[in-house]
């Protein structure tokens, strides 16, 4: 089966400090890769894509990166947190059935 | 460019209740259609789906029709349970190449009261 492992699972961050949060995906090669963020009480952001090690496509400006160092791992990263950066932010990879997702990750940068 | 719209939410039904969750979509070609469940505090689940028109996906006791010339694809439930609430997202996979990028609603939440 394909799994989807997003970790940490909660994340309590002070502004200004950095961030690094991992998915890594199981049962699958070369998978086309998704962050998406949802805000509160919102919908969904498409943040980053990969469709390959090295290949990142960004879909908005923002205080974030991705990287792909791994066939099967999508980093987001930041090297300078911001209030607004506060949200439940998911892994997906895409496959013919759509998307599978991770469970989450939760931050909250205070 | 792609675009769903669903609802505006929140919809708050009794136990037993019919359920009908709009979404409508704009696409170029024939795109895929699909629901997504969200429960509290997690990631989203793949509820149905449906790849042409005419096709009915189903899943759970919850159905969707692809009508593509009223580009629909209406979420329905006959009878919903307290279990069923959730926030519910349309979204679809365009007909192009898109490297599988999926067009999400805004979503709409669902509380279901016994």
């Known amino acids: 089966s394909q799994t989807i492992h997003q970790w940490p699972a909660t994340l309590v961050q002070p502004v200004g400090s950095p961030l690094s949060l991992e998915c890594t995906v199981e049962?699958?090669?070369?998978?086309?890769l998704y962050w998406y963020r949802q805000a509160a009480g919102r919908g969904l952001q498409l943040l980053f894509y990969?469709?390959?090690?090295?290949?990142i496509s960004s879909e908005v400006p923002q205080n974030l990166s991705a990287s792909r160092p791994q066939d099967r791992q999508f980093i987001l990263s930041s090297k300078k947190l911001l209030l607004s950066d506060s949200g439940f932010y998911l892994c997906?990879?895409?496959?013919?059935?759509?998307?599978?997702f991770g469970s989450g990750t939760r931050l909250t940068v205070v | 460019g792609d675009s769903v719209t669903q609802m505006e939410g929140p919809v708050t039904l009794s136990e037993e209740a019919f359920l009908t969750i709009n979404c409508t979509y704009t696409?170029?070609?024939?795109?895929?259609l699909f629901w997504y469940v969200q429960y509290p505090g997690e990631g989203l689940q793949l509820l149905l789906k449906?790849?042409?028109?005419?096709d009915k996906g189903s899943n759970k006791g919850f159905e969707a029709t692809y009508r593509k010339e009223t580009t629909s694809f209406h979420l329905e439930k006959g009878s919903v349970q307290v279990s069923d609430s959730a926030v519910y997202f349309c979204?679809?996979?365009?007909?192009?190449?898109?490297?599988?990028?999926?067009?999400f609603g805004q979503g709409t939440i669902l509380t279901v009261h016994p």
């Open positions: 997906a990879r895409g496959g013919r059935d759509g998307y599978t």
């Open positions: 979204a679809l996979r365009g007909g192009g190449t898109s490297y599988g990028k999926l067009t």
């Open positions: 696409a170029t070609g024939y795109p895929s």
């Open positions: 990969s469709v390959g090690i090295g290949q």
């Open positions: 449906a790849t042409k028109a005419d």
């Open positions: 049962g699958t090669s070369n998978p086309n």
